[in-house]
């Protein structure tokens, strides 16, 4: 496996990780707590680096 793809599977798991955590904080804290405001940031992070990520590959295909 090259280590795109690694790393982009990676990026994926974590994304479905930090989604689960961020639906869990939203249900037992609100949508406005700082637990699910902080985890909305880190998805946002996580797919922003996906988005890169496929830009990257598409302008060498």
């Not at 637990?35 to 946002?44: G, P, T």
Request: net charge negative; proline share 0%; aromatic share 6%.
């Amino acid at each position: 496996m090259s280590k795109d793809k690694e790393s982009i599977d990676y990026l994926l798991l974590e994304i479905e990780r930090v989604r689960e955590l961020l639906n869990n904080a939203i249900r037992s804290y609100g949508l406005s707590s700082e637990e699910a405001l902080f985890c909305s940031e880190e998805l946002n992070k996580l797919i922003i680096h996906v988005q890169l990520h496929n830009r990257k590959v598409s302008c060498y295909t």
